[in-house]
């Protein structure tokens, strides 16, 4: 799952990141109030979000796929299908 997240963002979209965030705090140092300033740093907000959801998405998709494959294995019983669906719920990702 790294492998595809590295993948999908790669390096030239952390140093852009990188490059808006380093503008962003000049300006914000120098006292600047300029539409550049909202510019940016929605740039930067949604960069990060991007960063991040992408993350979650598909950690939680791997979980998911983890943990309904065990589920209808031959033999489970539906409690053990909806502890399954309970630790996907509670956060499976968090311990990743």
Known sequence: MHGFWWRVVGFHFL???????AGFTLLIRRGDTSWLMGVLGSVLILGVGFLVGLYVVHCRLAAYQQYSARSFLPGRKLQEAKLADNRLKAGVCAAA
């Open 15 to 21: 140093v852009a990141l990188a490059l808006v965030a």
